[in-house]
């Protein structure tokens, strides 16, 4: 970014996340990475979870409305700021909210971005009505992929024309490469061992993933699931009526390093998804050197493009799915291993943190507040 011109000191971003934890993907690929060449201040709608490095400054709400107004004047008066990005239609709304009401919003546009971090059908009724409203306000939209862009009705890309990027999702792989180097990998004693990552909610179809485990007919083959949600009781349930409870292991919620040691031992990870933006976890994954056998939307099939060697499985094929375990059961160590390295390969090429952060930092460079500026380490 920039014009030739000597840089002015580090690039001021203000993150506006819901909120900071283990799991937030904001949080760990937009702000941890980069507070060593930015000036990152992050101000939350809830309570942090974590505390953040000092590197950056942290303006918490505490999960109300007037708390997380409270925070954000605070923040906008600790500014200016370059950037202003937010993260999630709620907080798009807020933030449009509070400028409006303090009569900053015309002085302030030309410095915000807002990112589509889902396709358009993994949104609520509400949250789609905001993000709406977000994309008619904010100076830029930048959407994860290609395929969340391509699920926006046309009213949204006719709202949005001219103004929006897409800069696809991206691993911290160096991150995960850390804590390899420092963590033994997490397997079920050396049994055969088929991961799942995510939330426990509709749209992640665990129902197709238990029947496909079952259906594989392997009882040596383990299943562990990661992740909560509002399904979390129905899924321990189910694998109980099903005769699951000796194959099947629900961990909850992990610590995302922790998650990284899972990938490295597992033998296999499906995601049965019905909808995603462009899933981190499976980029983490590969990143691991673990296969995966995913199911067949556009953003697979967009995470994939190139990498053939990849199964994609019809949503709800329960058949499928327990064939393409089956066929990764089968393999020999060897194999998986070289199928492990093939899928690291290809999202070192395609998906390191460095190719987002470029994408975003070109998205910045248009904002009409950074004319004619050059920024260190940018």
Known sequence: MGTGQAPVGKLRVLQVILGVNETNSQYNEHCLPLMDVQDI???TFFEPQIEPPDAMTFFPGDGSLVGFFRAFRRALRSGPYDVIHVHAPQSAALVIAATVLWLQLGRLRKSMVYTVHDSWYDYSRRNQLLMVLALAVFKRAIFCSRAAYESMPGVCKWIVRGRWHVV???ADIG?????????EPVSEDGVFTVLWVGRLEPVKDTETLLEAFSAAKRPDMRL????????????A???ESMGLSEQATMTGLIPRDAVFARFAGADLLVSTSHGEGLPVAIIEAMAARCPVVLSDIPPHR??????????IVAKRDVAGFAAAIERVYEMTHEERAELGERGRQHVLERFALPIMHSGTQAVYAGLPALAGKTFEGV
Do not use: H, K, Y
């Open 302 to 311: 967009e995470l994939v493009d190139g990498a053939g060697f990849i199964p």
């Open 224 to 235: 562990v699931i990661v992740g909560m949600g509002s399904l979390e009781e129905d899924v």
């Open 41 to 43: 201040s992050i101000c």
């Open 168 to 170: 696809q999702n991206a």
């Open 175 to 183: 991150r995960v490469d850390r804590v390899l180097e420092s963590t």
């Open 237 to 239: 349930r189910r694998i």
